[in-house]
């Protein structure tokens, strides 16, 4: 049994803290660049100290700050190296085109075909989302695996094996063989573990801890 736990990084900085950007770096550079911000780092390493995040063999990042900043404080308690794959960065969002599609964040959920000027689909993700996985698990079998993404990367890779059941806004609800395994906004962070029989997904469920309250940290 090979177990993956897909991780959302945790609250990053706000946008709005940036008064002004005087670079020459286009858009996806400055975005692999955003921070967590201290609630964040607080965040972070309290994922960390988790009994049901030990005994982690392999740990897989997107190569965004935001995603290392997250694992750090795992790494260093468990002693390991991470693997840096930008298949596992977020979506590419492009422009909204929100004059022209209002619905353009639901819909980008019900139409995996759908996408924005200069963005990626849900289709398009979880394309490059599950090659990257699949080879994961080819090269890991039987471990136990931590994989640093972002909220729409997960999931949109989740939606290869789930059924959106409901959408309001930000919440969602997802179903996996009959059973919701999601019914709410994500979290910052936010986890959900993967179990895999050769390498057949077999059980997918969200994992909470209490002490870690609702924060969207887009």
Known sequence: MTTIYLIRHSVRMPLNKIEKYNTTQDKLILSEKIILNSE??????????????QNIDVVYASNCVRTLQTAKYLLEKQNLNVIIDDRLDERRVGIPNGDIYPDWFERQYKDENFKTVGGESQKDVRNRMDEAITEILKQHKDK???IFSHAYAITFYLLKYCKLKNMVENKFTFEFNNK???????NAPEVFKLTFEEYKIKNIELIQFDDIPYNQGV
């Open 40 to 53: 964040g780092e607080k965040r972070a390493k309290l994922l960390s100290e988790k009994e049901e995040l």
């Open 144 to 146: 136990r695996i931590a």
């Open 180 to 186: 919701i395994v999601l019914d709410k906004k994500i």
